[in-house]
């Protein structure tokens, strides 16, 4: 039980659970709040995605007569649950490190994937025609955007592990060393395809704007979560969230940890975290309108799948035993 003891504190206090809970919720009050301001508005309070989570767990919870209940109640918990346990594999440079085998890389891309298959899940079993349509926009989404990340993925492993003269690594925590020793891989040339590559991604992965094509609520009203209310609609809240914290934080991991670490690299972790989402997702979100389906299916099959594989064939080629 000992042994187990930093795992459980980890998914649910901290860098998980509590901690990762409260910071992205706050993460999409400031996403409103800025977007607000973009748009010449006072917006809502920075605390108004608390205050919605909260009144939702006392609203009453209802479900299609149709439904497949076993599968409507059970997809939100299984994705905020994917979404904890992917937490607790995402290292804050200098202040946290997940174990060496829970910080396996291609465990996170795994995880990641959880709460696209929840929703469609969630679509598919509500009986509503809204929510089959969802379910398949979601689905042509993850066909689209999963393969870049991959290849991302694959690029980061290769430059690191045979520029240190071993095979490829997919250890975050390894990765993060390996930057911190030999400076970030944002500001290698050999790298940039892929970074250009995950600035596509995470938007698609969070489902903002020009690429919330699943849930577009002027076109299928929410999509797959159109049935949901109550404690059902709050895990999925959280879940999503949760998952802004993750991937947001993967991006930093793979691409920019800070040489700090105590109290100021994680103050310095956070504002990167803040920096990603008005920029990254704020920012984009307001000025973007929304793409169809086909256009973003083959947008991303054209430039990041493109980009990612670029940078894999240049990491390959330039990185054998040459720290950059």
Not at 26 to 40: E, S, V, W
Not at 301 to 318: E, N
Request: proline share 8%; charged share 10%.
């Amino acid at each position: 039980m000992t042994s187990q003891l930093p795992i459980v504190v980890a998914a649910l206090v901290f860098p998980g659970g509590v901690f990762a809970l409260a910071l992205g919720l706050a993460l999409k009050g400031a996403d409103r709040r800025f977007a607000a301001r973009l748009q010449g508005r006072v917006g809502p309070p920075l605390a108004q995605p608390f205050f919605d989570v909260v009144k939702l767990g006392f609203k009453r919870t209802m479900a299609p007569d149709v439904a497949c209940a076993p599968v409507f109640f059970g997809a939100p918990l299984v994705g905020a649950v994917s979404m904890l346990l992917a937490m607790t594999l995402v290292p804050i440079a200098g202040v946290y490190a997940p174990g060496p085998i829970g910080g396996d890389l291609l465990v996170l891309i795994y995880l990641l994937a959880v709460p696209g298959v929840a929703l469609m899940l969630a679509g598919s079993s509500s009986g509503s025609p809204y929510g089959a349509i969802g379910f398949s926009r979601e689905m042509a989404m993850m066909l689209a955007y999963e393969g870049p990340i991959v290849l991302i993925v694959a690029a980061v492993g290769l430059r690191v592990g045979l520029a240190t003269g071993q095979g490829p690594t997919f250890s975050l925590s390894a990765i993060v060393a390996y930057q911190q020793a030999h400076g970030a891989l944002l500001f290698d040339p050999v790298m940039w395809p892929a970074v250009v590559a995950f600035a596509f991604f995470y938007p698609a992965n969070l489902g903002i704007v020009p690429f919330d094509i699943p849930e577009a609520e002027t076109e299928v009203l929410e999509g797959p979560l159109l049935e949901y209310s109550g404690r059902p609609l709050a895990l999925f809240k959280v879940m999503s969230a949760l998952k802004a914290v993750v991937v947001l934080g993967l991006g930093v991991a793979l691409f920019m940890p800070l040489p700090f670490s105590g109290i100021v690299g994680l103050i310095g972790w956070l504002a990167q975290l803040l920096a990603l989402a008005l920029v990254g997702v704020t920012a984009v979100r307001v000025g973007a309108g929304r793409m169809r389906i086909d256009q973003a299916f083959v947008f991303f099959l054209k430039w990041p799948l493109a980009l990612a594989l670029v940078s894999v064939l240049a990491a390959a080629y330039f990185s054998a035993g040459v720290a950059p």
